[in-house]
């Protein structure tokens, strides 16, 4: 119900064994903007987004 701790959501425009609707309501539940990549699915996410995916994971252990 409550979570005290930032909050990230990243998701895959493709997906279709989670759907983006999921992120979308995930975000709205905690107040935040969700990230969703537009390439790769829920398989391929990691392989197309690589980059801004580990980028994202260094910001939030950064400020943790």
């Excluded at 997906?15 to 537009?38: C, K, Q, T, Y």
């Excluded at 790769?40 to 996410?45: A, L, R």
């Amino acid at each position: 119900a409550r979570v005290d701790a930032p909050v990230h959501v990243l998701h895959a425009a493709h997906d279709n064994i989670v759907f983006p609707d999921h992120a979308d309501r995930l975000a709205r539940w905690a107040g935040v903007e969700p990230e969703i990549f537009r390439r790769g699915d829920h398989n391929s996410m990691w392989t197309w987004n690589a980059g801004r995916l580990l980028d994202r994971i260094r910001s939030v252990m950064k400020d943790a």
